[in-house]
């Protein structure tokens, strides 16, 4: 690998571990399949991934699962059990920064990877029947809310007094449905809604996937997949995205570029808003057969 070629890894690493000091799997995919297309040995991209990531004092998520799942084996290989003191033991080794780093594994990551441990492997966790007790909780609470809808619909039998019944339905269930999120989650959808906003002010829309407004909303979307929290101010953001590529793709077209008016196009459906828009734009530029 030349100088050159080094100091765009080197540079492209930096970006990604630069806000955060955490390079998730993602990201790290992303980096190791542009290297190899240009040609990079994985070895070496290896090297200066390393590299950057201890100049930095950043930690990759790769890496962090790795060392999981070796203290995870080695706890449970024996007799398929992970008893309170040896999840501790586990977790600790990758939750805490290790010595020069100021991240450890994501919390969220962490817990995941531990229960789908488990479960493909057969391990009894003792600690599973304590995670129990909220969720349980959760469901016997949203059992006594719907009671409570129920009720009410079919106590109150006038119209006038239907539709007002519809209309506190939808807020019980709506809050229900908010209240599913935790405080982390918030959280964390606060914290990528903010980085959204700043990737769209950059004009990182989409690309690179990693590091854009998209890959933030989509981690939005899996959080609140109903869609509940800050909706008002993710679809403002949305449309914002959306119009950005519309006028991307009206000053292609204009130039006579109409595959790149196309790509455009394309990268606003990749957000599944103002759909009526973009065919419209679509039939305009004579992409689809005018109705009628």
Avoid at 12 to 27: C, K, Q
Avoid at 208 to 227: H, M, N, V
Avoid at 231 to 255: C, H, M, P, R, W
Wanted: aromatic share 6%; net charge negative; glycine share 6%.
């Amino acid at each position: 690998m030349n100088s050159s070629d080094q100091s765009w890894l080197e540079n492209r690493i930096g970006a990604a571990v630069a806000d955060d000091f955490y390079l998730d799997r993602d990201e790290e995919k992303g980096i190791k399949e542009e290297s190899a297309s240009k040609g990079f040995l994985i070895a070496d991209t290896e090297v200066i991934l390393r590299s950057v990531l201890d100049e930095y004092g950043a930690v990759s998520e790769r890496q962090l699962i790795d060392t999981l799942d070796h203290w995870l084996h080695q706890f449970t290989d024996d007799d398929q059990k992970l008893d309170p003191k040896e999840e501790k033991d586990a977790l600790d080794k990758v939750l805490k920064p290790a010595a020069g780093k100021k991240m450890g594994l994501d919390p969220r990551i962490t817990e995941q990877y531990v229960a789908s441990f488990c479960k493909v492997n057969g391990i009894t966790r003792s600690t599973d029947g304590n995670k129990l007790t909220i969720p349980l909780i959760s469901l016997v609470a949203l059992l006594a809310v719907a009671g409570i809808v129920v009720s009410i619909w079919y106590s109150n039998k006038t119209a006038e007094v239907r539709s007002e019944t519809k209309t506190e339905i939808r807020t019980v269930i709506a809050a229900a449905t908010e209240a599913k999120l935790s405080d982390a989650d918030r959280s964390e959808i606060d914290d990528q809604l903010s980085r959204a906003e700043k990737y769209v002010e950059a004009a990182q829309f989409t690309d690179p996937p990693e590091k854009s407004a998209k890959a933030c909303l989509d981690t939005i979307r899996r959080i609140d997949s109903s869609g509940k929290y800050r909706v008002e101010e993710i679809k403002g953001l949305i449309a914002k995205i959306v119009t950005e590529y519309i006028a991307l793709s009206d000053k292609s077209f204009n130039q006579g570029d109409k595959n790149g008016a196309q790509k455009w196009l394309d990268r606003a459906k990749l957000f599944h808003a103002e759909s009526e828009l973009i065919r419209e734009k679509e039939r305009a530029f004579g992409m689809l057969p005018a109705e009628g």
